[in-house]
């Protein structure tokens, strides 16, 4: 089956934390309207959204009514697959199967999509969150109804099924063929698989309690602004307040934030132990060596290539350090904290930019991508594929998702700053990906992998500051933006690589039999933000709560794909930039593939080797020279 809901394009706004993948044009929104900017005390209910504010999920379901209708639909047709079972010998038997599987997959995914997405715009809302409960019991049902499939076709002789791939009438199915006869030894009997089918309910408790625990139930206490107002501290917010240029209100949102979490910390540290007991028992009962071998074997990446990352970084610490340095010196402060992170390095230099000149100036920035993509782009922008701002019980984040079929959405929670012009263009690269992929492959290749999902994403902003950097003559400016870009750095490949090295040692851990308390996950994070930042950072202890908050552990070994993402990234927007219409083509070609190879051969075909350390370190030249930029312009 191609579609899994767990599977989505993931997307972390600088450490507003989220998740979630992957177009008919309309009239521009009233510049008056669209440039309104909502009070930080004051968010409006999701009824009172603006329409033009709002993505069309009308596009993907009418109504309700037709959302019941397709439900029904998909009830009856897992009643229709299980007649297959026992039956799946021949090659034309196993096809019409394959065509049944994918007509319930796509059902299953549009209505598992459009009820979350309801859900995510008032996650307090109870309609949709019983909505999306449905879907999601569907979604396992649906699941268990296909559970015999690959079990009984890997039940065959092994020379019958070396035929079967090669077989004509399975041509379309090849790759499915293949894969299958990868996991060959990790699957199990039917009724075990009928029976791990039945435990998907279970193995979903864990992220759907953070979830809820996370962005309904929590509540954060009032800070004061720099105008010493106080305001309500949200996730939404809190970026913004870790970047004013007010010590005493970083300091505050940093430590209220935390602290909210600590007192939560037992409970917490229980919902990720047993998010990681449930991968260790699953990657026992399918018989891998460990999780995270496991998490890798389904896109075929070698081990190697997470540990490589790793290893690489670790190389490139003294790099951050040099960085930690730069900062302190910049702020000129005796002690650089944790929370001095996302402080403006530029005196009284501020770019305000609304959400209609961020569109502006993005549709510039990708020109070098050419007309083709250009003309999707400004699609997405008018045709109702983005949900704009914050509002009450409002997801947090970004993320960019949708059905096949049907374009795909874009969820933001839009402030006018430069970092949500960089979030539009990450999430509407991911869009454009999942676009393109869906218009030239058929359903069950168009999905891309995980892995591929964060280079298109960052390339677009790689070519973004490239645009905004040519185009500065003020110093200040030049220097607001490269600070900016070497955040992205430490935040998109070191942060990440620590997220990965963190999950690696938590479940090494309890794969020993240790146990996961709050105690352990507080030092195992405390001590790898020690070794990262280095000397010239003092790590504030509230910050071994970290931990708590990162809504991406619960989708485990994801993360270090932002840092392999983002090298792939740097090598392409070099290619492009350096090489012109060839490398676009190469690149076009990439992202029209969507999943139909592997995701290692679709990058080395268009022109990037991710099995080498190389292009990490590209990409680590890459920053040193942004901070040799910075040191030249520092007084």
Sequence with gaps: MKWLPAVASVCLAAMAATAVIPARAVP??????????????????RSEVPAEHRWKLEDLFPDQQAWDREYEEAKRLAKEIVKFEGKLSGAETIRRCFELEDELSLHTERLYVYANMRHHEDMAEPTYQALSEKARKLSVEVNEALSFITPEILSLPDDKLAALVADPQLAKYK??????LRQ???????AEEALLAQVGNLSQAPGTIFGMLNNADMKFPKV??????????THGRYIQFLESRDRNVRRSAFEAMYATYGKLRNTLAATLSSNVTKNIFYAKARKYPSALEMSLYGDKIPVDVYNNLIDTIHESLPLLHRYMALRKKLLKVDELHMYDLFAPLVEEYKMDISYEDAKKTVLESVKPLGSEYRRILEEGFNGGWIDVYENEGKRSGAYSWGAYGTHPYVLLN??????????????????????????????????YTIFLAEVASTLNEALLMDYMLKKSNDPKEKMYLLTYYADQFRTTVFRQTMF?????????KAESGESLTHQELCKIYYDLNLKYHGSDMVVDKDIEMEWARIPHFYNSFYVFKYATGFSAATSFAKQILDEGEPAVNRYLGFLKSGGSDYSIEILKRAGVDMSSPEPIRQAMSVFESVIAQMEQLTP
């Design 414 to 447: 839009h402030k006018d700053n430069l970092n949500s012009m960089f979030t539009l263009t990450h999430e509407m690269g991911h869009a454009i990906h999942s676009y393109l992929s869906d218009s030239h492959q058929d359903y069950r290749n168009a999905q």
């Design 28 to 45: 521009d929104a009233i510049p008056s309207k669209t440039d309104r900017r909502v009070p930080m005390n004051q968010l409006l209910k």
């Design 184 to 190: 060959k030894p990790h699957v199990l009997s039917k």
């Design 500 to 508: 990965a090295e963190f999950e690696k040692i938590i479940h090494a």
């Design 224 to 233: 004061k602004n720099e105008e010493g107002e106080e305001v309500e501290l």
């Design 175 to 180: 790759k499915t063929m293949e894969d299958i």
